[in-house]
């Protein structure tokens, strides 16, 4: 269920009221019953499950040891190894 944000006009107080999306919004303050307006706020957001980021890469990073990839970084490992 959301949690929406209302502050009152009245007194100022900022208050939170777990709702459905279908109910109607809150129009009176919870203190001074007198009239609040809806905040806009950040929301916490976590994607869980198979499929994310988080859950199938964050462990499986590139190597960075001094061992050449490629071909031409082979190559020119040969050359300075020999020099």
Known sequence: MP????????CGK?????????DPEIRQ???CEGPVSK???L???????????VTDYAGK???TGSEPT????KEGKE???NN
């Open 3 to 10: 949690i929406y944000e209302y502050k009152c006009k009245k």
């Open 14 to 22: 900022e208050f939170e009221v777990f709702q459905r999306i279908s």
């Open 29 to 31: 303050c919870q203190f």
């Open 39 to 41: 905040l806009v706020s």
């Open 43 to 53: 929301s916490s957001f976590h994607l869980k499950g198979s499929g994310w980021y």
């Open 61 to 63: 990073k590139p190597s």
């Open 70 to 73: 490629t071909e031409k970084e």
């Open 79 to 81: 050359k300075t190894d």
